[in-house]
């Protein structure tokens, strides 16, 4: 069975947005067995919209198309529906039940533009929405079966789970194929280092496809795999993952997908340790990534983004002296912050940034990209400087908050060396 | 002059990447005239690529095309459109002297997969890549002219505005319009109500568009002009700019499109003033936006990112008994964080942070998405309670951070009455 997605709106045609619901889509429906063909995007116009679906009857045997469902009259979708499959507009007593209800539930009056909402082509099958005004449908053009459901991301989500992809599940007449993803995330090589390293791994395990994702600076290793028995396959993934890690070793942060600062906490939470950190040029990153995962206040307790030299001697403590003599920028600055983090905030480990992000700033001996990593522990304190090429703040700042991170990564899984610290 | 974009590569078929480049080249084309009808994205495969490019040249007058010029196996761009035009590969010396040269600069070894990435379609125009092995090319298919690009989004963009967009410009045999765009951004109206207050403001001016894009938790308000002289729309879109401001009032952040973050330093800065943070439920996502503006380091001086409420007594000096009598999540806790970041980073303003931004931790009475709001002026301190429905971790914590943000920026503009601080 194969689809084809399409996105409608100006907004996402000039640009405007970035249409994120099609690889949302995608991912849902491969992962059922349903082969996406492509995706399409057109604006508001009807004309558009009507050629387009005329297309896609030609070429898929399911389409979801998302967006054009609202109140306003740059809303389209149903009206040029409706004239692809040759038939009229009428007004849907379960939309409109759906439109009505959402108001009420609100206690708001209902726009009589709102009504317009309820209006489906006739023959079609409202889809309702639990979770906005706008009801979606689905209705068969040529021997293509089209789902179309709202533009909100929240809203298509919830919409796709509930009725599409159950519908989807009923269609599949031939014996339904398991697929199954697993995810070894990396850091430390690039992607052309970690292809190589993996690429032939497709072809020691059956049906199993692997394919890299770039999450800037991790490398995903994503593994495809695909059979008749569910065990088969997870067993199969399990397989090819441990083959992943047995290739790329101390660079694996996790066989199950998880990524630096969750793998980091997860092995501060084993220890029941704590954690502190000293942020200059990655500016409040760290903290901010720490604190997205789940569970988080188990071990991360301060992030002093001391931005200004001023603040690092103020809380952290560092000795005006070493700013003086050596810079802000140095492995000595880098070790005083960690260990003032870890001081001030009490914590059984910190860990220190302080660098050149860019794009000013940069000197000969210290060019933009230079950043310096301090790590205080149990045991003692050590520093690292490194240089990055990139010659952007943005990648800048991310490969030095990870690189932070995976030295106490690094530190907590035993592969940096205890004689060497301190 | 009519222009389709098409994206191609498994893993954007397949969703495991959101294709990012269509929207900058879509918004790109339109700004220069060159009306975008929509997006194509479809997989590696051969067949498909060169079917695809077959009908895009049925359709449009112009194409770029992402992807699929690497020096793997699945990259297989040239391949279909030499297919699709009807020639044979052939080894381009342009193309590979990019190729060669780029090894050389770096006095690495080039591979021998390197060498098919300067295998061009007979008769392809090669457009050298200054910043990558993958050089593009450009060809034309019946009346279309194609342009082939890497994929990666670095690349891709130096390569459009360097080879794609000149070569546009040339094209335009008709007299070319001017477009322009300008950006009102606000924040504190849901997009509705903005989209009511500003919606007939296109029928004020000639030319115009309006737009509403949401930048969350900022709603930001598009103005497209088009005319034939520059002036004229530029002149236009300022008249339409404070058309906006005049029914928004001091919801409006910027009538250049700045964010929050870079209001508040601009206001700042003006003042050469300097601002300290205290973050507790917002994780360091303040000073993430702070650092992330030009220049922070001009008025940015420290955040403490206290998670734990040790660190907020600690480092921030909160008082123990206010924590034990009245918890975490209090106006009076946020005064005393925002007091201590103040004090200890001897800054000019203060603000802080304190809530639950869930998915866990929410009670009867701080139900998640209860955040307190601290602001420390020369003036004395002040705190605010909101409640926001969101439900939703990440949304809650930006339109914390925004909010908090929010109040010195009202503050420093003056729509915050002094008298009420203190």
């Keep these: 069975m194969q689809a084809v997605l399409l996105a409608t709106g100006d907004e996402i045609r000039t640009g405007a947005i970035i249409d994120t619901n099609s690889a949302y889509i995608a991912e849902k429906l491969e ?10 995007c057109v604006g508001d116009r009807r004309a558009d ?46 939309a ?59 809203e298509m989500k ?50 199993l496809r692997v394919g890299l994702r770039v999450v800037f600076p991790e490398i995903h290793v994503r593994l495809y795999g695909s059979g008749e028995d569910e065990t088969e396959v997870r067993r199969n993934l399990a397989a090819a993952a441990h083959a992943v890690q047995t290739r790329l070793g101390r660079r694996v942060l996790s066989t199950s997908g998880a990524e630096m600062a ?34 988080s206040s188990g071990f991360f307790v301060f992030s002093g983004v001391t931005y200004a030299n001023d603040a690092k001697v103020r809380v952290l403590g560092v000795d005006q002296a070493t700013l003086d003599d050596l810079g ?31 794009p000013d700033g940069g ?8 950043v310096c990593i301090g790590l205080a522990t149990l045991d003692g304190v050590r520093a690292w400087r490194y240089v990055y090429p990139f010659g952007d703040r943005d990648l800048n700042r991310r490969i030095f908050a990870a690189m932070a991170l995976d030295r106490l990564r690094q530190y907590l899984q035993g592969h940096l060396v205890l004689e060497s610290i301190g």
Excluded at 60 to 85: N, W
Excluded at 86 to 94: E, F, I, K, M, Q
Excluded at 108 to 126: D, F, I, S, Y
Excluded at 164 to 193: H, W, Y
């Design 158 to 207: 919830v919409m796709l789970d509930r009725h599409v992809l159950p519908a989807l599940a009923e269609r599949m007449t031939d014996k339904r194929a398991v697929r199954q993803i697993r995810v070894v995330s990396t850091f430390g090589l690039p992607e052309s280092a970690v292809g190589e390293k993996v690429r032939d791994i497709e072809d020691q395990f059956e049906d």
């Design 49 to 94: 919209i009507r050629e387009t679906l005329a297309t896609i009857s030609r070429q898929a045997a399911v389409a979801v198309v998302t967006g054009g469902l609202g109140p306003t009259a740059d809303d389209r979708t149903a009206e040029a529906a409706a004239e692809a499959l040759g038939v009229g507009l009428h007004l849907d007593p379960d």
């Design 328 to 358: 802000a920028v140095h492995e000595d600055t880098a070790v005083e912050m960690a260990e003032g983090a870890r001081r001030v905030a009490a914590a059984d480990f910190a860990i220190a940034t302080t660098g050149i992000a860019g």
């Design 96 to 154: 409109l039940k759906n439109v009505t209800r959402w108001f009420e539930q609100r206690g708001l009056p209902m726009g009589t533009a709102n009504r317009k909402q309820a209006l489906l082509p006739e023959g079609a099958v409202c889809l309702p929405n639990p979770v906005g005004t706008a009801p979606g449908f689905a209705l068969t053009i040529a021997d293509c079966r089209f789902f179309f459901l709202p533009g909100v991301p929240r």
């Design 363 to 370: 000197t000969a001996d210290k060019p933009v990209g230079t």
């Design 31 to 40: 992962m059922q067995g349903v082969a996406v063909y492509g995706h399409v």
């Design 262 to 295: 969750a793998v980091v906490g997860k092995l501060l939470l084993a220890r029941q340790a704590t954690l502190a950190v000293a942020e200059s040029c990655t500016g409040g990153l760290i903290a901010k990534q720490l604190t997205d995962v789940p569970g």
